[in-house]
């Protein structure tokens, strides 16, 4: 998140017309740097959209038992004078408008915004993670929806794309997948030298 405003402020001070996108799940909003950044962009009106990926779960500890605000989060923003909204992180749709909405009011220089999308992990969060912290039906009882699944249905319905030119896109997305995965395996070790490349100091 500092970084996040660092760029901010650089792109402010050079008068660029950017905005920064800040992504972070909730169990990064207990730290301290979480406040010291938005207190910052805050004061500085710096152009930067803080966009909170809520999945309830911060690493297998749910949000109701780490934050204060539970999963309304995006209320925390308005202590530092943020406008902040919560919306369905899993409506694609949704998001790019609220997104939309959000970058044209900070391009117009009116500070920072914040929004929390409530969205759901439906894995573990990490291979050795195999979820025992929570109900094996607690996605369907939440009534959660594949975001791409919905976005396909909504495309077919609204004649958008068929489902056969969808399914060539899915083929080539994974076969695009395949090959980088191939080239990874296939490249040789980096040397030690390249431990130094695109570092900051």
């Not at 050079?14 to 996108?21: I, Q």
């Not at 966009?51 to 780490?66: A, C, F, K, Q, S």
């Not at 009534?143 to 495309?155: T, V």
């Not at 083929?171 to 490349?197: G, L, R």
Request: hydrophobic share 40%.
């Amino acid at each position: 998140m500092p970084i996040a405003a660092g760029l901010a402020l650089s792109s402010k001070y050079k008068k660029e017309d950017l905005v920064t996108l800040c992504f972070f799940g909730d169990g990064a909003v207990n730290q301290g740097e979480f406040h010291e950044t938005l207190n910052l962009a805050s004061v500085w009106k710096l152009p930067i959209l803080f966009l909170l990926e809520n999945n309830l779960y911060g690493m297998g500890t749910h949000v109701d038992r780490t934050h204060a605000g539970g999963r309304h989060i995006y209320e925390v923003a308005s202590a530092y004078d943020i406008p902040g909204v919560q919306i369905d992180g899993m409506d694609v749709l949704g998001v790019n408008e609220c997104v939309s909405e959000a970058v044209k009011s900070i391009r117009k220089g009116e500070g920072p915004r914040f929004i929390e999308a409530m969205c759901y992990r439906y894995r573990g969060h990490s291979m050795a993670d195999p979820t025992m912290y929570r109900e094996r039906d607690e996605a369907q009882e939440l009534g959660i929806k594949d975001p791409i699944d919905s976005l396909k249905n909504f495309m077919i319905q609204f004649d958008v794309a068929g489902e056969e030119e969808l399914a060539k896109i899915a083929a080539k997305v994974d076969e695009q997948v395949n090959e980088a995965v191939q080239f990874a395996e296939d490249s040789p070790a980096p040397d030690m030298d390249a431990m130094y490349t695109n570092v900051y100091a």
